[in-house]
């Protein structure tokens, strides 16, 4: 079974919004922190938004604050990222993350385990 498996990618103009599924296997999500991240051309990967699948709680970059919304449905394992009020700034490789090992939860360093990525392109 592949670990995480990430859907919901594609083209969108600015304005617009999108969203992305991350579906976990049950040993990763059970692990409770998942995470996006995303990957931009010539960029470092930046983390995006982190969830505790357990209690619930949520942190987000600066950058995607009051526009993104990261959320669960445990019954399926599923992590999602609705993104609102893109900018063409947005435009990246969205990844997925879990099996996390510690520290900073937006620090990509501190996961194991990778979606394979699914592409968000935003036009102006």
């Known amino acids: 079974q592949v670990p995480l498996v990430e859907s919901g990618g594609g083209s969108v103009q600015a304005g617009g919004s999108r969203r992305l599924s991350c579906a976990a296997s049950?040993?990763?999500?059970?692990?409770?922190?998942m995470a996006w991240f995303r990957q931009a051309p010539g960029k470092e990967r930046e983390g995006v938004a982190a969830?505790?699948?357990?209690?619930?709680?949520?942190v987000y970059a600066d950058s995607v604050r009051g526009r993104f919304t990261i959320s669960q449905d445990n019954a399926r394992s599923t992590v999602y990222l609705q993104m609102n009020s893109l900018k063409p700034e947005d435009t990246a490789v969205y990844y997925c993350a879990g099996d996390w090992i510690g520290g900073y939860f937006l620090h990509p360093d501190n996961y194991n385990v990778w979606g394979q990525g699914t592409q968000v392109t935003v036009s102006s």
């Open positions: 049950g040993i990763i999500y059970s692990s409770k922190i």
């Open positions: 969830i505790n699948t357990s209690a619930g709680t949520t």
